[in-house]
């Protein structure tokens, strides 16, 4: 994933100001690396090698949208949770209906009024595995780049297309106007 620096978890809120979030997450015992806000977005980026538990950041993340938080934060926050740590490889990895492995969470999530909206891992054709109460909402997008569906001869034609991920997150950061810094440039 070379969007972000390599070992980051980024957490985006829309509707939160950027100092209560990373209040939020430091009192949960994250090493917070940078804090930001952007185009409507609070955004922290945290030491995944640090965080307590992979599986435990992205909860906070789904957290931070639900009744737990509401009077901190209001009704109709969102998130996006961003890993760029590797995608699990653990045999029930693959298999969205239990628990995700603890150590490796998901690449990317979106939450919104405490549950997960959509998510999924990225590159190397992962995206095809999406889970969450709007699993199909970018579809569209993931369609036409190439990356699912029937039709997808960039894999075949171009080695290594999409293999990090980096135009999946392109499209995640177009679509939800994620904010740059923290993100770098999107292909």
Known sequence: MSLLPPGTYATFCRGMEAGLLHRILADAGQRIRAVGEDGGWGWVLQDADA???????????????GYRFVELVGDGAETVFLASTPACECPHGQNYSIPHCPEHPFQFSYHRGGFEQLYLNVGARRESRRGGAMSDHLLPELLA???????????A??????????????????????????LSAVA
């Open 145 to 155: 780049a190439g990356i699912v569906g029937r039709d997808t001869p960039r894999y």
């Open 51 to 65: 965080a307590p538990c992979g599986q435990d950041a992205l909860d906070l993340a789904r957290d931070i949208t």
């Open 157 to 182: 034609t171009e080695p290594g297309f999409n293999e990090d991920g980096a135009v999946t997150l392109g499209i995640l950061a177009r679509h939800f106007g994620l904010p740059s810094p923290p």
